[in-house]
């Protein structure tokens, strides 16, 4: 079984900054994309940012040129670096993972998930 851990959510003010973390542990022996989504009351579940195993990345066209994704491999853990935070980024984000379990079968997992809410 593989796990995702997040971290680093909260409460800020516009303009702000948070620095949400994903931790991926368990049977894992490779990992391919690494990404965030958002999910805010009454809207469907979006991309925000994603990163490939190789490093390429891409974002949704609403937090482009504000939030940054990066990944520590050696420690199996993706990052969401938010800058410039809008009210409307305000959502439950979750970390989704993919990639091969110990004994080769494939794996497509998600945390559970953590708040974010930038205040006016």
């Known amino acids: 079984q593989v796990q995702l851990v997040e971290s680093g959510g909260g409460l800020v003010q516009a303009g702000g900054s948070l620095r949400l973390s994903c931790a991926a542990s368990?049977?894992?022996?490779?990992?391919?994309?690494m990404g965030w989504y958002r999910q805010a009351p009454g809207k469907q579940r979006e991309l925000v940012a994603r990163?490939?195993?190789?490093?390429?990345?891409n974002y949704a066209d609403s937090v482009k040129g504000r939030f940054t994704i990066f990944k520590n491999n050696a420690k199996k853990t993706v990052y969401l670096q938010m800058n410039s935070l809008k009210p409307e980024d305000t959502a439950v984000y979750y970390c989704?993972?993919?990639?091969?379990?110990?004994?080769?079968?494939?794996?497509?997992?998600w945390g559970q998930g953590i708040q974010v809410t930038v205040s006016s």
């Open positions: 368990g049977s894992i022996f490779s990992l391919n994309d």
């Open positions: 990163i490939s195993s190789g490093g390429s990345t």
């Open positions: 989704n993972a993919d990639g091969e379990r110990s004994w080769g079968a494939p794996f497509d997992s």
